[in-house]
């Protein structure tokens, strides 16, 4: 955890993500990434500068087969208050729209509906799990599919809402919260999307692992041009 804790102090310090006394709500997916930015926040909150609260959410986008109770045994443990949205996100995605990209149309359902669950909250600072990895797929997704050099930021304040995006896990290697998830043996629940595994970012995912592989150093170049380029303060 005292590695975690390095890899989200340094992302919390340099973009400077959580003010005193903010309120934060965590979005849990149930993945390992949510559950491991979420004990890092709990534990962060009991000696961080800058006091703040936390809670958790999770969307019930109505997939069937996720039990989320260990999660909610995990909030209890560690002092965080949880709350569990229904929503028919599948339902519509795959069903009724019966969308040919449904991960665009369910990302933005269920981003309005976390931020509703935030706001609900008196909440208006909202952490997301997208780790050192995903940086690095997000950048190849714009370029591969759209065409433009772009990738989500540390900190995106959302002015008709406002909410602001925070991401402390921006430092952090998927393979390091894959160890820590399985060290500290989190509840992780399994993913029932019928379209897991075969969207666009699952592609671009496995394509930076190729051209790392092909070329070693590659990630990290192309996270320090990210940094560099389109971080810059």
Same mark, same amino acid.
């Given at each position: 955890?005292?590695?975690?804790?390095? @890899?989200?102090?340094?992302?919390?310090?340099?973009?400077?993500?959580?003010?005193?006394?903010?309120?934060?709500?965590?979005?849990? *997916?149930?993945?390992?990434?949510?559950?491991?930015?979420?004990?890092?926040?709990?534990?962060?909150?009991?000696? @961080?500068?800058?006091?703040?609260?936390?809670?958790?959410?999770?969307?019930?986008?109505?997939?069937?087969?996720?039990?989320? *109770?260990?999660? *909610?045994?995990?909030?209890?443990?560690?002092?965080?208050?949880?709350?569990?949205?229904?929503?028919?996100?599948?339902?519509?995605?795959?069903?009724?729209?019966?969308?040919?990209?449904?991960?665009?149309?369910?990302?933005?359902?269920?981003?309005?509906?976390?931020?509703?669950?935030?706001?609900?909250?008196?909440?208006?600072?909202?952490?997301?799990?997208?780790?050192?990895?995903?940086?690095?797929?997000?950048?190849?997704?714009?370029?591969?599919?759209?065409?433009?050099?772009?990738?989500?930021?540390?900190?995106? @304040?959302?002015?008709?809402?406002?909410?602001?995006?925070?991401?402390?896990?921006?430092?952090?290697?998927?393979?390091?919260?894959?160890?820590?998830?399985?060290?500290?043996?989190?509840?992780?629940?399994?993913?029932?999307?019928?379209?897991?595994?075969? *969207?666009?970012?699952?592609?671009?995912?496995?394509?930076?692992?190729?051209?790392?592989?092909?070329?070693?150093?590659?990630?990290?170049?192309?996270?320090?041009?990210?940094?560099?380029?389109?971080?810059?303060?």
């Amino acid at each position: 955890m005292q590695k975690a804790l390095s @890899y989200v102090r340094r992302a919390v310090d340099e973009y400077e993500m959580i003010k005193e006394n903010d309120r934060v709500t965590v979005g849990v *997916s149930g993945g390992k990434d949510s559950l491991v930015l979420l004990c890092a926040l709990a534990e962060l909150r009991r000696f @961080y500068p800058k006091p703040f609260t936390l809670s958790a959410v999770t969307l019930d986008l109505g997939s069937g087969g996720m039990d989320f *109770s260990p999660v *909610s045994a995990l909030c209890e443990r560690i002092g965080v208050d949880y709350h569990i949205i229904k929503t028919d996100i599948k339902e519509i995605v795959f069903d009724i729209r019966k969308e040919p990209n449904p991960c665009s149309l369910c990302a933005k359902m269920r981003r309005g509906t976390l931020h509703e669950a935030a706001l609900s909250l008196g909440s208006r600072t909202v952490a997301l799990g997208h780790h050192w990895d995903d940086v690095i797929d997000t950048f190849l997704l714009s370029l591969v599919f759209e065409g433009r050099l772009g990738c989500f930021s540390p900190v995106s @304040y959302l002015d008709r809402r406002g909410i602001t995006l925070i991401r402390p896990l921006i430092y952090m290697p998927e393979r390091y919260a894959l160890g820590l998830a399985r060290r500290l043996e989190l509840p992780v629940v399994e993913n029932t999307c019928p379209a897991d595994g075969s *969207s666009k970012r699952q592609y671009t995912h496995d394509l930076a692992a190729r051209l790392e592989k092909e070329n070693p150093g590659l990630k990290k170049r192309i996270f320090t041009a990210v940094q560099n380029g389109l971080w810059k303060k």
